[in-house]
């Protein structure tokens, strides 16, 4: 077996890997039972599948040139996601889509009611007094 | 190789239609918004299997792209989530009462 062979059978590899978790991801979406375990396993195939498929593509072409441009792929990935993840889960938690009876610990709740009671505090007079006499 | 290439592209069309399946049914906005994020990720990582079966890295610019819009939209969408997006057991709750 020639190391031509050899990489291209480790690129194959990582395909597959790849798809997997790609497969592993849509299992999980069709399976959980709400919004946010749904979001979990959806941002495995964001980063460790598109880095998988990254390298085959990167043993594949064989060049620096080529790994060069393949670097921004996974840096903007690694960047965008946690966000898109945070807004979601986000959003999730405030219009309250997930299942209560599922969790075993909700450390955001006490940070949640106290930003309220903050914001209700904050709030000024329903009425505004009329101009003094 | 190609009984692995056979095995890739069979996984990924199942990737596909389960995330498709998961965009129908719903059974809220951001469920759909999840699943239809988990699809763009499936046409990036297609694209590169696909540069690597037929040897070619012309797609590249098209991955660096979608890897960078690709979650614009998923963040649109969960800035303007309210809460009569909610379909569940309150959300009917407050429906029969009629008071909304």
Known sequence: MTADQLLDLAAGICLVVGALLSLAAAIGLLRFPDALSRLHAATKPQILGLIFIVIAIALSARSWETALVLLPIILFQLLLTPIAGHMVGRAGYRTKNFRRDLLLVDELQDAVTRSDRAADEAKPPEEPPTKRE | ?100
């Open chain 2, 1 to 100: 190789m190609t009984v692995l290439y056979v095995v890739v592209g069979v996984l990924f069309a199942v990737v596909a239609v389960l995330a498709t399946v998961r965009v129908v049914m719903g059974p809220t906005i951001l469920d759909r918004v999840i699943a239809s994020d988990v699809l763009l990720t499936t046409l990036i990582l297609v694209l590169g299997t696909e540069m690597v079966i037929n040897g070619h890295t012309r797609s590249i610019v098209l991955m660096v792209v979608l890897a960078a819009t690709s979650t614009f939209s998923t963040v649109a969408v969960a800035r303007y989530v309210t809460n009569q997006d909610r379909t569940d057991t309150v959300q009917t709750e407050i429906a029969k009462e009629g008071t909304v």
